[in-house]
């Protein structure tokens, strides 16, 4: 089950989205669970109690509040879950984005383009569940790899790190074989010991990158040009 969340302090664009949701769903309607709140303060409360929907449809100006900022909340707690802003002002796009936004739909929405987003959506959420199982100090761990932030190799041993924690791999395997094994996942080996997840990074600068976690990784300037080329077609395949 899809849930999806819609937050719009005007009704009639509720309900203009909730039905265009309806109509993409027409042959398959227990797939998805729409949630519909017209203030922040609700939509938050929802989130905080009752559970993380998968996909939210934002407006940017709700009344009093801003979608800008009941995102930036919402990320301290949930930084997987799909943002779609929907707005008629475009002075916000670059906020948007910067806090992750899968996608930044104009007023009035195009029917081909909201159809387009919310297949991607769909796709998107299917890849990024996926689970991979690791053997961590003689225990089993099953992740989603959309939680991991990178593999590090150190002084001969593997590390994989999460946002807030690191385990020691058992397994005997290289750098270039987990390279290899999720390449699909959007992971990019950036120097020789480090195989990093592209929607976990924060920052690229002249000699290091930075990951969400504030994770630094040492960056030389033939992979910082390799990876500035990967990561643009990473951004382009997660907006066409």
């Given amino acids: 089950m899809i849930k999806i969340a819609i937050c719009d302090d005007e009704k009639y664009m509720i ?13 398959d309607k227990e797939k998805f669970e729409l949630f519909e709140f017209n203030n922040g303060s609700s939509f938050l409360s929802f989130y905080n109690e009752e559970g993380k929907p998968d996909i939210v449809f934002m407006d940017i100006e709700i009344g009093d509040d801003n979608g800008i900022d009941i995102v930036s909340k919402i990320r301290e707690i949930d930084e997987n879950v799909i943002v779609i802003f929907v707005t008629s002002h475009d002075n916000y796009v670059n906020k948007a984005f910067k806090l992750g936004a899968f996608q930044y739909l104009s007023k009035p929405i195009d029917d081909k383009l909201f159809n387009e987003e919310v297949a991607r959506s769909i796709k998107f959420l299917e890849t990024s569940n996926k689970e991979c199982v690791i053997k961590s100090e003689g225990k089993c761990l099953t992740l989603r790899y959309k939680d991991i932030y990178c593999y590090e190799m150190r002084k001969g041993k593997i590390y994989l790190h999460l946002k807030n924690r690191c385990y020691l791999i058992d397994e005997r395997i290289t750098i270039v074989k987990i390279e290899k094994n999720l390449k699909a996942y959007d992971f990019i080996r950036v120097e020789q ?15 290091n990158l930075k990951l969400d976690n504030e994770q630094s990784i040492p960056l030389s300037r033939k992979n910082r040009m390799y990876l500035l080329d990967e990561y643009n077609k990473f951004l382009l395949r997660r907006r066409v």
């Fill in 15 to 27: 309900d203009d989205i909730s039905l265009r949701i309806m109509d993409y769903f027409e042959n």
């Fill in 193 to 207: 010991g480090n195989v990093i997840n592209m929607s976990k990074i924060f920052e690229i600068g002249l000699s």
